[in-house]
């Protein structure tokens, strides 16, 4: 155990304490085994919510900290929480892992293949382990295909397709949103959307997906190319609502509106990965996961299975997520499921509180945060070779050869090293 001998409470620190930041602080100060020792914001207000969110609460002021550097320099921490903006999101995991704790990062897009290795090779030499948020992963109806997949229901995988399609467009020109400037006028999202033609937030869609493919453990991703329609949405949208003198009116978009890429798996498996924040339309996942026995269906919230559904029909789904519902879910609907993304968050948090407490490998590891993250570089690299296919590095350097998938294991099936998630309640 890594935590402090005492009490074994595990002491955390946050960084970033903007809109996410406080909601999954929220959920750690749900919890009687960890200690919130410090928050770090750039901007004052953010800290005076968490504390007199906290001292309400009956739980001892943070100490409040300006500066992340500093805040790991004057703490001794187990874990720290980085919920900061897109760009600093691998810079500040690495600080984390150097200054002698484990790291937990928000999601959002690498800006490098290069800081991917750099975030892979701090933590081997520390011995410090990272964890990508990625909530995704952690869905009732997502943990019940992976019981599905791990059961054998749909056959072998074959292809799935994912992506994150999210009407986004009054946020990325500035209105509905607490986000910092990291350019005048300009939140830290847009800057991304203004400059990078690339897949800028793929772990939402990838993250289930790659696990249900074992992806860095016995599966991994081989090659990718992307493509990307022309940007009209995020323009035609200032056209039609802002004044001309507004920042964000008038500007040459990078990001087309619709980037869709293709993945090879080694395994033989393809993944059609989506992303769209431009567009006036629903939200959606656009979840299929397809094996040569039948497929699911998140979109049209249906299944198929050959010789269980009739022929060429769906089936709901519900009926198989009753049957195939993962453990964890079916105690947490006893409980009472908590707060935040239809209770992903707490289970999130939880996965990474309890690895530092257990001292195992987080359930989303650095590994698999690499290699995530590193879909939207790639994306953008092939969309500027004209959607060449380009390699993906194999950040575990082999070690996905041996390893085996264990998310979501439970019991017996989690064995030594690995997070039982019987223990995430
Ligand atoms: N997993 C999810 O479902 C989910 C949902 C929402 C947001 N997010 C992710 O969470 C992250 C934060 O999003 P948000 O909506 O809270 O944005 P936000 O702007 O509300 O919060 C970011 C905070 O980071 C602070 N910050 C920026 N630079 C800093 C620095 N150098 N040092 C210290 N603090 C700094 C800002 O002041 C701000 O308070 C993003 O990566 C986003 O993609 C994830």
Request: charged residues 25%; glycine residues 10%; negative net charge.
């Amino acid at each position: 155990m890594s935590t402090s001998d005492a009490d074994e409470t595990v002491r955390l620190g946050f960084t970033g304490v903007g809109k996410r930041g406080q909601s999954l602080l929220a959920r750690c100060a749900e919890m009687d085994d960890v200690s919130i020792e410090a928050i770090c914001d750039v901007q004052e207000r953010h800290l005076d919510n968490v504390e007199e969110s906290l001292v309400a609460d009956g739980r001892p002021a943070p100490t409040r900290y300006q500066d992340h550097e500093r805040m790991l320099a004057g703490e001794a921490l187990d874990g720290v929480i980085i919920a900061s903006s897109w760009r600093l999101h691998i810079p500040m995991a690495i600080q984390a892992m150097e200054a002698g704790a484990w790291a937990a990062m928000e999601v959002g897009p690498a800006s490098s293949v290069e800081e991917c290795w750099d975030l892979v090779k701090t933590s081997e030499r520390t011995g410090q382990h990272c964890m990508l948020l990625e909530n995704a992963c952690f869905g009732r109806d997502r943990m019940a295909v992976l019981n599905m997949v791990r059961a054998g229901l749909l056959g072998e995988l074959l292809h799935a397709q994912c992506g994150y399609l999210h009407d986004i467009r009054p946020e990325l020109h500035g209105f509905r949103e607490s986000r910092m400037a990291e350019r005048e006028g300009m939140g830290y999202r847009t800057l991304h959307f203004l400059k990078r033609n690339a897949d800028v937030y793929p772990t939402h869609g990838i993250g289930p997906i790659a696990k249900y493919m074992g992806v860095n453990r016995g599966n991994r991703f081989m090659s990718l190319t992307s493509t990307a329609t022309k940007a009209r949405g995020l323009e035609r949208w200032a056209q039609r609502e802002l004044d001309e003198d507004a920042p964000t009116a008038g500007q040459d978009w990078a990001i087309g509106d619709i980037v869709t890429s293709v993945l090879r798996c080694a395994n033989g498996e393809t993944i059609i990965i989506n992303h769209d924040c431009s567009s006036p339309r629903p939200k959606s996942g656009m979840m299929m996961v397809q094996g040569t026995d039948g497929l699911w269906n998140n979109d049209q919230e249906g299944i198929h299975v050959e010789d269980r559904s009739p022929e060429h029909e769906w089936e709901p789904f519900e009926e198989y997520r009753d049957e195939f519902e993962h453990a964890v879910w079916a105690e947490y609907q006893d409980e009472g499921v908590r707060r935040g993304h239809g209770g992903t968050d707490y289970l999130v948090m939880r996965s990474f509180v309890q690895s530092i407490a257990q001292d195992v490998r987080p359930p989303v590891d650095v590994y698999d945060a690499a290699a995530w993250m590193a879909i939207s570089p790639l994306s953008e690299e092939s969309i500027e070779r004209g959607s060449d296919s380009v390699t993906f590095p194999d950040f575990t350097n082999g070690r996905w050869l041996t390893d085996q998938p264990t998310f979501g294991a439970t019991g017996d099936d989690a064995g030594e090293g690995v997070l039982d998630f019987n223990t995430l309640l």
